[in-house]
């Protein structure tokens, strides 16, 4: 048990006894405990596996890799049009979670399985397609080209889908202005 998720569940106004009802069940799977990106997250053999998610309409498990895992229950969603990989269980209450405690190891134990055996979740790398108002501020300004280009293609990615996503152009051209110091200074969108 790492202490630092005992602060975290200490520390929660919502989603407390789920925390602990879930982490439960997870140590009992012999994961590895441990603190990433603000959430309870578990281990095996230094491979992520699973994270606890809490939202407001509901309690969730991440598996890392859900995206190539049986789902016999066909209890995974897929969070957004863009995931890929990840996949949520998702719960309303600890009766929920409890209920399904034998269940939630099968998958827990599957998604170990997935590790041991080396299988990766084959990424699509569809082009993103680059909105015309970003195009012309590229075409206008090398600096700005080049310090894109040296982005790590996730935060490339992430930059399109959010200039991409208004229906105006005057929105697009809002969020290009307002992002292209950060790119400027190489980091992503949430850097």
């Known amino acids: 048990m790492n202490p630092k998720v005992d602060e975290h ?6 989603w407390k006894d789920e925390m602990n009802a879930l982490r439960t069940i997870i140590l009992d799977c012999q994961l590895a405990e441990d603190f990433k990106w603000g959430k309870p997250c578990y281990s095996f053999q230094g491979k992520n596996i699973v994270i606890i998610q809490g939202f407001k309409e509901y309690f969730a498990l991440l598996f890392f890799k859900g995206g190539i895992m049986k789902d016999s229950e066909h209890l995974l969603v897929k969070m957004g049009e863009n995931t890929q990989a990840g996949r949520q ?6 009766q929920d979670i409890l209920g399904k405690k034998s269940v939630i190891k099968d ?3 599957d998604a170990i399985e ?4 080396g299988e990766k979740v084959e990424i699509k790398r569809e082009a993103t397609p680059i909105p015309e ?4 501020k590229l075409n206008e300004n090398p600096e700005l080209k080049s310090a894109f280009e040296s982005l790590t293609p996730g935060r490339q990615r992430a930059y399109l889908f959010h200039f991409s996503a208004p229906k105006q152009s005057k929105t697009r051209e809002s969020r290009i202005e307002k992002s292209i110091p950060s790119i400027l ?5 949430n850097d």
């Open 133 to 136: 108002e970003f195009q012309i």
């Open 107 to 109: 998958y827990i134990f």
């Open 9 to 14: 569940i200490n520390e929660s106004k919502q």
């Open 89 to 94: 269980m998702r719960f309303e209450n600890v």
């Open 185 to 189: 200074d190489g980091k992503g969108m």
């Open 114 to 117: 997935i590790e041991e055996r």
